[in-house]
T-cell receptor, first 113, second 109 residues
Framework: IAGITQAPTSQILAAGRRMTLRCTQD?????MYWYRQDLGLGLRLIHY???????GKGEVPDGYSVSRANTDDFPLTLASAVPSQTSVYFC????????????FGQGTRLTVV | GQNIDQPTEMTATEGAIVQINCTYQ??????LFWYQQHAGEAPTFLSY??LDGLEEKGRFSSFLSRSKGYSYLLLKELQMKDSASYLC??????????WGAGTKLIIKP
């Protein structure tokens, strides 16, 4: 693994189903983030974690949950998917939360039908 | 409120120069980022400005004026591979990034 990896790359999901998007980084970065990107809108922060063991809510947290059990992994869970959660999801990490470059995963394209 | 504004789309000619503007309003301000995003790919870091002035990095330069809440990204000697979206993001008082919707840059031969 080099950098930050997301899985799956794409997924079609039935509404009401539970889904976990995986994110792993091998850069030992303290901070990790989940964003969604929708056409015509900027990246919107869903949840973040400034260090292992802590998480925080971003701009659009409803319907999503995260955990940060260790430095490397930051999974995002949709408890009961709805069509409005159709989006491209990006995981990112940075060395620290205070104004350093963020590195992005390749994205997960999720379609909820 | 917090807001980042940038043009939706710009067109330029190969070999030319283009300036992409960004204005921001954030609660507290701790710097401004520019990222490049090719279609279907992840954003990649271009520049980070904290202090006023111009930062040059090869063909790309980024400018910041904190007093005016304004930044621009200057791309010189445009190449076809520069066709991409350019994302402006300001950091608020908690160092969270507030993102603009991105400027799609189309390069014509």
């Amino acid at each position: 693994i080099a950098g930050i990896t997301q899985a799956p790359t794409s997924q079609i999901l039935a509404a009401g189903r539970r889904m976990t998007l995986r994110c792993t980084q091998d850069m030992r970065h303290n901070a990790m983030y989940w964003y969604r990107q929708d056409l015509g809108l900027g990246l919107r922060l869903i949840h973040y974690s400034n260090t292992a063991g802590t998480t925080g809510k971003g701009e659009v947290p409803d319907g999503y949950s995260v955990s940060r059990a260790n430095t490397d992994d930051f999974p995002l869970t949709l408890a009961s998917a709805v069509p409005s959660q159709t989006s491209v999801y990006f995981c990112a990490s940075s060395d620290n939360p205070e104004g350093t470059e963020a590195f992005f995963g390749q994205g997960t394209r999720l379609t909820v039908v | 409120g917090q807001n980042i504004d940038q043009p939706t789309e710009m067109t330029a000619t190969e070999g030319a120069i283009v300036q992409i503007n960004c204005t921001y309003q954030t609660s507290g301000f701790n710097g401004l980022f520019w990222y490049q995003q090719h279609a279907g790919e992840a954003p990649t870091f271009l520049s980070y400005n904290v202090l006023d002035g111009l930062e040059e990095k090869g063909r790309f330069s980024s400018f910041l004026s904190r007093s005016k809440g304004y930044s621009y990204l200057l791309l010189k000697e445009l190449q076809m591979k520069d066709s991409a979206s350019y994302l402006c993001a300001g950091t608020d008082s908690n160092y969270q990034l507030i993102w603009g919707a991105g400027t799609k840059l189309i390069i014509k031969p």
